[in-house]
């Protein structure tokens, strides 16, 4: 005799789904959109990303900063993908056209640790529609 299938063991995941679908937070459900259309593009996530590897990552850029400290000035940004976040770092650029918070970005580079953090210096990007 074949092994019966559990119906109530899916009917309890599709319940557990729906149940933490419902009561995540706004910022919660924008993470999980990130993360998901990161994978569906065929990016690594930068939680699965691994030091000193080149990586092409998609996220939303959410913080921008020029960083005008003495003469070598750099552009700066925050990138995120729902599992984590990446420094983006421009050394020599003040400025990136169509570059700011809010927009969404694919980024390929080496991606390295600096004071604990994840950093990228010079990505190569593409902006991506919106």
């Known amino acids: 005799m074949a092994p019966r299938a559990n119906p109530s063991g899916a009917r309890a995941g599709v319940l557990r ?28 996530t930068i939680a699965d990303s691994a030091l000193r590897t080149r ?28 599992t984590g976040t ?17 927009r969404r970005l694919s980024v390929e580079g080496l991606i390295s640790a600096d004071d604990g953090r994840r950093v990228i210096y010079n990505p190569r990007y593409q902006l991506l529609a919106e």
């Open 55 to 82: 990586v092409n990552l998609q996220g939303r850029i959410e913080v921008l900063t020029l960083n005008p400290k003495g003469t070598n000035r750099w552009l700066e940004a925050e990138l995120s993908d729902g």
């Open 86 to 102: 990446v420094h983006l770092i421009w050394m020599g650029r003040r400025r990136i056209p169509g570059l700011r918070a809010g």
């Open 17 to 44: 789904r729906v149940l933490q679908r419902v009561t995540a937070t706004n910022e919660d459900l924008e993470d999980d959109e990130l993360r998901q259309s990161s994978v569906d593009a065929g990016a690594v």
